[in-house]
Every structure is written in C-alpha cells, then in structure tokens.
C-alpha cells in the first residue's frame, strides 16, 4: 500500500507576530509528497504476520492532516493470549533460545542492528509519517536505537552471578535468570526507540516478549518485528500486538502469565498497570512516567547559552518527551535577559512538513493531545502568564501548535505544575538555591531535572539535593545506552538502559551446594 503524505498543511496563524507568520506561510507553499511504503498492517505473533482473532482492525493517522494512513488488526485479549502463548513455547527450558549460547544470542541482536541500519531511512520516513516527528529527528531516533541494540547484545554473556561464602562445607552461588514471558507497553512519542529500549534488556537476559506500541503509532514496532524474523530469531520470542489500551494493553498488565511488565507511558495509566499487576499475578512491574522537570538557570551563566540548552530542554520532538524539562526557572538578575532569548528562540522555529529539512516542528501527536495542550495553553492565559510569543494553534489542519513561551509564570498555575506535553515554555522566577530546591522538588513527579550554572558548588548542591533520576549539568537530555533512566516518586518504578535495566529482567536463584568430606 503507498501512502502519500497529503500536499500541504495550512500553516497559517491568525493573530500572530509578523516574524512568525512569515515562517509559517512559507510552510504553506510546500509541498509535501514524501511516499511511504506501508509495508505490515497485522499482528506478529510467532514469526508470521496473523489478522486479529476478532477480524477487527483500527486506522493509524498522520498527525499532518487527521488522515488514515492505514488500517492496522487491532489485537486484545484473545490475541494476547495467543501470544502469549507462543512466547511461553519460545521460552520452554528445551526450547532453541533456552538452549542458545548467550554469544550467539548477542549476535543475533548484532545482526538486528545491521538490519535496522541498512533500513534506517526507511524507518525514519515511517515514523516521521506516523508520528509526526521531524524526519531529521526519526533518523537521530533509530541511531540511538541502534546504539541501544548494540549495547545490549555486549551484555548477552556477560551477565554473571557470584560465589557467596559459606564455610567450607558448601558453596554458595548465584545464576542469573531471565523472569520469563514479559510485556512491554510503550507510548506514542518515541514509537521505535520505545520498542528498542524494552527489546534490548529483554532480549539480552533471554526473557521472550510481547510488545503492544502504542495504537496512535503501530507502524515502526511492526516493521521491527519483520526484521527480528528476518535476523533469525526464533519464533515465539518476540511477539508485537497492536491494539487499544484499555483491551489489548490490559489483556498485557492482568495476564497470569506474564512474569513482568515494562510500561512507559502517563502517570495515570501506570496506577492501573500496577493495580492490575497486584490482582492477576503480583508480576513484576517497571514504570517510566511523567514528569514535570526543572530546569534551573543561576546568574553566572552565559544568558543566551543557557536560553538555548533551556530552549532545547522542552521543544525536543515537539514538546512531547517525559523528561522535557518544563519548569525553566530563572534566577531573578538575569530574568529580562532570558526571556528575551527565549522569545527569539521560539520565534525562529519553523513549523510545518515534518519531512522538509527546514522544519524543526512537525504536528502533535493527536485531537486529544492538542486540545490538552490548548486547554493548558489557555489555562496559562487566564491565571496571568504572559504570553510572550505563540499560545495559539498553528492553522486549522493537523495538529499543529505554535512554539509558545511564557513568562510570569507562578508555582500555582496549571501550566507550572501539569504535564503539558507540547511545545509549551514556562519560565519561573526565583532568587536563592534553598527556594530553588524547595520550589522545584514541590511536585509528585521525579523523573529528570537540569542546573546550568559555573559554580561547581551550586550544580553539586543542587544535584544531591533534587529528587529526580537524572540530573543534567550544564546540559540537558544526556541521555545514552548506558545511562539509566527513570524517575523517583509517581515518574516511575525500576530504570531503563543501562545494567540497572537488565535487573528488571532477571530473577536470582541461590544454589547452596553441600561438600561431603570423603574422610
Ligand atoms: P500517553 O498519555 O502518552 O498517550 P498513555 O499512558 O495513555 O500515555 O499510553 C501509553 C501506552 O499505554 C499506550 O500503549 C496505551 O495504549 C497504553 N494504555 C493506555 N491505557 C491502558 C490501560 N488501561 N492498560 C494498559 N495499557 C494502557
């Protein structure tokens, strides 16, 4: 099936400064005729590509114009178990992965990355088409995927136990085992690097899977899967089931089955997978939520460096990243200053065809996810942020918002304590460190934070004091393959990347051997 994106956006904003309505209108003049092959529309369940059990199917939309771009099998419960049976076989004690030297298992993860690079375009435009990511941004997106696939096929046959003592009458070890089947739940923002950070340590630890991506972005998961069949991995072990939440999603979180499930997605949904967890079969649970991050500027920094990395902090992929850092708070002497870079910034970003090199800011993700961002948008509004540049919807097709950068911005407004997921800038005031801390550690979420100061002191007072997973100095999503990632307090559970992911994935067995002396 070919797919064409549709020939122009309507870009146009009403009410607006000149400067950006004369990078939108030229947006309008574009053409957008990138074609996309869609290539795999149905369920992976054991290496084949199946309809649903029930024959339904469900359409996945480019966020460019609300249009279908394809009508995906919508799998739950029944299909889930279908899955999840397969993956139970794939993961039999005599089964083929069971039995596979954990080096070779590396190479076939080695493999799956050759695979992906050599179809790396292709799979960026997917994304693009489905997500609306900038198609400069999917390309980073599936390199960064490769790292991470990389990365854990090294750790395949190095995941050793220990010797513990016990008097020399025994000996005590430890083996690393993988939990079993695992389901993995993954949003909509980064659909393949989702997917690739929940197969790596699965996969790498020898546990099977099934993998529901998210239903407003089915495509790139799928095309993945084609190409783990075609890297040789066994039938059975990776399973992908598009599909609904609130079914298929479910079916995953209460399945008796299922030894571990790996979400990342809102808050909200994350109470539900662990209530759902505790009910079926107290299966263990790792969770990557939301976030409301700080970032906090002081006033010995270079003003116009820091309005940058700041700038970077929350319009990457559109505003739409769990740890976008969005509370921007600023120390007081050099407030003006920045928000004036800020503004300049914001106003100097170009929205349109996610696939024109020009453009830095493709459409939000979906209806739902615009009308958020334009209800917290107003909220702002309303409770007296001022609206220094955007705070409108980006013309009347696709999902498009204007950058928006707010100044004034108090700790009791809306948009300074919810998730705002768009291209949303909220720039607090503040004075002192102690009132920095406080003030930014004054929310439930703990996912990621930022400091941007000269003085070593300050960023290590800051850093030890934040309560937040990740804490960038002098730089902001300093994310790598290697680094763990996940949030304290309600951002989350357990931690992806990294070795400390790998633990979500393995169960330790103790094995306490008797010597019996022969005299
Ligand atoms: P977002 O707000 O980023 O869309 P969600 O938490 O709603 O995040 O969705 C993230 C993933 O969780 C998606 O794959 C979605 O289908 C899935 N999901 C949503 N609701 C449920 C649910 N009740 N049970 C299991 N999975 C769910």
Request: glycine residues 8%; charged residues 25%.
């Amino acid at each position: 099936m070919d797919q064409a994106i549709p020939s122009s956006i309507q870009a146009s904003v009403d009410n607006h400064p000149r400067a950006e309505k004369r990078h939108y209108s030229e947006v309008k003049k574009k053409k957008m005729t990138k074609q996309v092959e869609i290539k795999y529309t149905q369920l992976f369940i054991d290496n084949e590509f199946v309809d649903a059990v029930s024959g339904r199917k469900f359409p996945t939309l480019n966020p460019v114009n609300g249009n279908v771009i394809a009508e995906i099998s919508e799998g739950d419960k029944a299909d889930v178990d279908k899955a999840v049976n397969a993956a139970k076989q794939a993961f039999d004690r005599n089964s083929k992965w069971r039995q596979m030297d954990p080096y070779i298992r590396g190479q076939l993860m080695h493999k799956l990355a050759d695979l992906i690079t050599r179809d790396l375009n292709y799979i960026a435009a997917l994304e693009t088409l489905d997500n609306g990511k900038t198609y400069a941004n999917a390309v980073e997106d599936i390199k960064a995927s490769i790292a991470c696939l990389r990365y854990y096929a090294g750790w395949c046959d190095k995941i050793q136990g220990s010797t513990i003592p016990t008097g020399d009458t025994n000996i005590t070890l430890t083996r690393k085992e993988p939990v079993g089947v695992v389901g993995q739940i993954i949003p909509w923002n980064y659909p393949f690097m989702m997917a690739i950070w929940k197969w790596g340590p699965a996969l790498t630890t020898g546990c099977t899977l099934v993998l529901k991506p998210a239903e407003q972005t089915p495509l790139s998961a799928l095309y993945g899967a084609a190409l783990t069949k075609e890297a040789g991995f066994p039938a059975g072990v990776i399973n992908v089931i598009p599909g609904y939440g609130p079914t298929a999603g479910a079916a995953i979180a209460e399945h008796s089955e299922i030894q571990k499930v790996a979400f990342t997605g809102s808050t909200e949904v994350g109470h539900i997978i662990m209530a759902a967890a505790a009910k079926s079969n107290l299966k263990r649970v790792s969770l990557e939520l939301g976030g409301k991050s700080p970032l906090v500027i002081f006033d010995d920094v270079d003003v116009k460096k820091a309005a940058e990395i700041a700038h970077d902090a929350i319009f990457s992929n559109h505003g739409q990243n769990c740890c976008a850092g969005s509370r921007t708070f600023v120390h007081s002497k050099i407030y003006d200053e920045f928000v004036k870079h800020a503004k300049q910034l914001a106003l100097a970003k170009k929205v349109g065809d996610p696939f024109d090199s020009k453009t830095d800011q493709g459409p939000q993700i979906d209806q739902e996810m615009l009308d958020k961002i334009m209800d917290l948008i107003n909220s702002g509004k309303k409770q007296g942020a001022v609206v220094e540049t955007g705070g409108n919807r980006a013309g009347n097709t696709g999902y498009f918002v204007q950058p928006t950068v707010f100044s004034n911005v108090t700790d009791d407004m809306r948009i300074a304590k919810e998730e705002i997921f768009g291209p949303v800038q909220s720039i607090l005031k503040f004075n002192t460190m102690a009132e920095v801390i406080e003030r930014a550690n004054r929310t439930n979420y703990g996912l990621a934070s930022g400091v941007i100061t000269k003085d070593i002191n300050k960023a290590l007072e800051f850093a030890q004091a934040v309560e937040a997973g990740s804490v960038w100095v002098n730089c902001y999503d300093a994310i790598a393959p290697q680094t763990p990632f996940g949030g304290f307090k309600q951002s989350g559970i357990g931690r992806d990347l990294g070795e400390e992911s790998l633990k979500e994935y393995l169960e330790i067995k103790t094995i306490s051997i008797k010597i019996t002396k022969e005299n």
